[in-house]
């Protein structure tokens, strides 16, 4: 078997692959070289500068795995590789350390305002007195989001002295009391509470601008903000103008919206105390080597005849199992996303029913695809490997259940999802054999297409409703692809519900007033992986 390794990957990883097959390191190429040379590899091993094509893909015919050292894979064409059969692998860990020392090197940095004295120093100058900075001893450190990374940053902070307050909604008060920071439930009640803020989640429509003027403002005056997490989930402008006007204290920035084009970053306006640096969270020689030798591992794993830890798509299932219900896969994971996007609160239990064909079948596929749903509209780097882990790690529980009843669909998985704060039922069936169908939605029995974008709209049946929210959805310039408006089955009430496919993503500008229409209540705007 031969590997071919390139991007300037660490030599380490070759001695690893070697146990298993030939190596050859070669540079970067572009896609007519790499389409030439590519049918002779049985793997490929790459970094952020290959862009592995579909045309290089089929090319790959003898081709088994592919792996990316680093997290992203947005280089490599996932959908040709999963419909080829090759497996395709990352390192979601390899930078953990890396990230969480930048941030803490951050956090330090801006409170003592160590780069403008570094500045000043090298100019000749002795400006003790002009960059006294604060301590870290005894203040509050805010963690949004407390998955490894987040958690090894309180870890530091609570050596430091500080204490730790955190959010997640995927985490529990215990493993967090436990670890020694204090559980807060919600947002409105932990931003008074920070003297320092580090963000560490991924950036999707509900940490999309979480940071902005509306959530600075409840914060403390003198706060300090950092992130070494997504660009875009602090408000840059927002942060900016609160810099400015001194009622934020400083901020540590790593990551941008606009990378790496940030000329037009309005945080390249603030005339003081913040830190930027261009993207350093993982760029450390360890953390390097650290994903080039994950990957190598699982590529020698996999051409031994083993299996991958961190594969980003389907075939790292076993083939007799994921086969009888690979049709099904698209819509369990729709169902679990659909269903957590419409719950509120901290998930405690997921509770998976089949029903039909599948009650005869095993269904574990099922229960992992509707796991991934479930926590990577909310997690980044969950994939159809790690999604049990995690789900177990978080403790929540999973219970799965085969209903022999009848049912009008040939088979149908229904996810009942319980939060500490309420339950949310979505149940989703395929019509054929490639017709997928969302038909329940808590009390309501629908008939929907699932699509990228979608708006649920519970409501009171009542003259011109549709009219109203179709009049907003069109004058934010959203077209509606299909809607499907049902009422419970009790012929007596008066609520129904809207599920309206679109054709675009929606902002509060379209949410907001859409929630003020007379007998509408908590609209959602739904992201699906379709």
Same mark, same amino acid.
């Given at each position: 078997?031969?590997?071919?390794?390139?991007?300037?990957?660490?030599?380490?990883?070759?001695?690893?692959?070697?146990?298993?097959?030939?190596?050859?390191?070669?540079?970067?190429?572009?896609?007519?070289?790499?389409?030439?040379?590519?049918?002779?590899?049985?793997?490929? $091993?790459?970094?952020?500068?290959?862009?592995?094509?579909?045309?290089?893909?089929?090319?790959?015919?003898?081709?088994?795995?592919?792996?990316?050292?680093?997290?992203?894979?947005?280089?490599?064409?996932?959908?040709?590789?999963?419909?080829?059969?090759?497996?395709?692998?990352?390192?979601?860990?390899?930078?953990?350390?890396?990230?969480?020392?930048?941030? &803490?090197?951050?956090?330090?940095?801006?409170?003592?305002?160590?780069?403008?004295?570094?500045?000043?120093?090298?100019?000749?100058?002795?400006?003790?007195?002009?960059?006294?900075?604060?301590?870290?001893?005894?203040?509050?450190?805010?963690?949004?989001?407390?998955?490894?990374?987040?958690?090894?940053?309180?870890?530091?902070?609570?050596?430091?002295?500080?204490?730790?307050?955190?959010?997640?909604?995927?985490?529990?008060?215990?493993?967090?009391?436990?670890? =020694?920071? +204090?559980?807060?439930?919600?947002?409105?009640?932990?931003?008074?509470?920070?003297?320092?803020?580090?963000?560490?989640?991924?950036?999707?429509?509900?940490?999309?601008? $979480?940071?902005?003027?509306?959530?600075?403002?409840?914060?403390?005056?003198?706060?300090?903000?950092?992130?070494?997490?997504?660009? =875009?989930?602090?408000?840059?402008?927002?942060?900016?103008?609160?810099?400015?006007?001194?009622?934020?204290?400083?901020?540590?920035?790593?990551?941008?919206?606009?990378?790496?084009?940030?000329?037009?970053?309005?945080?390249?306006?603030?005339?003081?105390?913040?830190?930027?640096?261009?993207?350093?969270?993982?760029?450390?020689?360890?953390?390097? $080597?650290?994903?080039?030798?994950?990957?190598?591992?699982?590529?020698?794993?996999?051409?031994?005849?083993?299996?991958?830890?961190?594969?980003?798509?389907?075939?790292?299932?076993?083939?007799?199992?994921? +086969?009888?219900?690979?049709?099904?896969?698209?819509?369990?994971?729709?169902?679990?996303?659909?269903?957590?996007?419409?719950?509120?609160?901290?998930?405690?239990?997921?509770?998976?029913?089949?029903?039909?064909?599948?009650?005869?079948?095993?269904?574990?596929?099922?229960?992992?695809?509707?796991?991934?749903?479930?926590?990577?509209?909310?997690?980044?780097?969950?994939?159809?490997?790690?999604?049990?882990?995690?789900?177990?790690?978080?403790? &929540?529980?999973?219970?799965?259940?085969?209903?022999?009843?009848?049912?009008?669909?040939?088979?149908?998985?229904?996810?009942?999802?319980?939060?500490?704060?309420?339950?949310?039922?979505?149940?989703?069936?395929?019509?054929?054999?490639?017709?997928?169908?969302?038909?329940?939605?808590?009390?309501?029995?629908?008939?929907?297409?699932?699509?990228?974008?979608?708006?649920?709209?519970?409501?009171?049946?009542?003259?011109?409703?549709?009219?109203?929210?179709?009049?907003?959805?069109?004058?934010?310039?959203?077209?509606?692809?299909?809607?499907?408006?049902?009422?419970?089955?009790?012929?007596?009430?008066? +609520?129904?519900?809207?599920?309206?496919?679109? +054709?675009?993503?929606?902002?509060?500008?379209?949410?907001?007033?859409?929630?003020? &229409?007379?007998?509408?209540?908590?609209?959602?705007?739904?992201?699906?992986?379709?």
């Amino acid at each position: 078997m031969k590997v071919l390794v390139t991007d300037k990957i660490n030599e380490a990883a070759g001695r690893i692959i070697e146990a298993a097959a030939e190596v050859d390191f070669l540079p970067t190429m572009s896609e007519d070289e790499l389409v030439k040379i590519i049918p002779d590899y049985d793997a490929l $091993m790459v970094r952020s500068q290959t862009k592995v094509t579909p045309r290089i893909i089929d090319a790959g015919k003898n081709l088994k795995i592919i792996g990316r050292a680093g997290v992203g894979v947005d280089n490599i064409d996932l959908e040709t590789a999963t419909q080829r059969g090759i497996i395709v692998v990352n390192s979601p860990d390899g930078n953990t350390m890396a990230a969480s020392e930048h941030t &803490i090197a951050l956090m330090l940095a801006m409170a003592r305002n160590i780069a403008p004295a570094a500045t000043s120093t090298k100019e000749g100058k002795w400006d003790r007195s002009k960059y006294t900075g604060c301590e870290l001893f005894k203040k509050t450190l805010g963690i949004i989001g407390f998955g490894k990374i987040g958690s090894h940053v309180g870890e530091v902070a609570l050596a430091l002295g500080m204490k730790v307050i955190v959010y997640d909604p995927f985490t529990s008060k215990d493993i967090v009391e436990k670890f =020694g920071g +204090e559980y807060v439930e919600n947002l409105d009640n932990f931003w008074g509470k920070c003297d320092f803020i580090t963000v560490h989640v991924p950036k999707t429509k509900d940490t999309l601008n $979480m940071i902005n003027k509306d959530t600075i403002a409840k914060m403390k005056k003198g706060v300090r903000l950092v992130n070494c997490a997504r660009g =875009g989930i602090i408000n840059e402008t927002d942060l900016k103008d609160a810099i400015n006007s001194g009622y934020v204290a400083g901020a540590a920035i790593d990551v941008y919206e606009n990378e790496p084009n940030i000329q037009e970053c309005p945080l390249l306006q603030c005339e003081k105390n913040i830190v930027l640096t261009p993207h350093l969270g993982a760029s450390t020689q360890e953390a390097q $080597m650290n994903v080039a030798i994950d990957v190598a591992e699982q590529i020698k794993e996999v051409l031994s005849g083993g299996s991958a830890s961190s594969a980003v798509n389907i075939p790292s299932l076993r083939p007799d199992k994921l +086969e009888p219900v690979k049709d099904y896969m698209q819509i369990a994971e729709n169902t679990g996303e659909l269903a957590v996007q419409l719950s509120n609160g901290a998930v405690k239990t997921i509770e998976i029913t089949v029903d039909g064909s599948l009650a005869d079948l095993d269904i574990q596929p099922l229960e992992v695809a509707v796991l991934k749903g479930v926590l990577s509209s909310r997690l980044e780097g969950i994939n159809y490997v790690n999604a049990p882990v995690i789900a177990k790690k978080r403790g &929540i529980d999973i219970i799965s259940t085969r209903a022999n009843i009848e049912s009008n669909f040939a088979g149908r998985i229904t996810v009942k999802l319980t939060t500490d704060k309420e339950q949310t039922v979505v149940s989703g069936a395929l019509i054929t054999k490639d017709i997928p169908r969302i038909v329940k939605i808590n009390d309501f029995e629908t008939s929907i297409r699932p699509e990228k974008h979608m708006l649920i709209v519970p409501h009171i049946n009542k003259p011109a409703m549709i009219a109203q929210v179709a009049k907003i959805i069109g004058e934010n310039g959203i077209n509606i692809g299909s809607m499907n408006v049902v009422q419970k089955n009790d012929k007596h009430e008066t +609520e129904s519900i809207m599920v309206i496919n679109i +054709e675009s993503m929606v902002g509060e500008e379209t949410l907001d007033p859409i929630s003020k &229409i007379d007998g509408v209540h908590n609209p959602k705007y739904v992201n699906l992986t379709v």
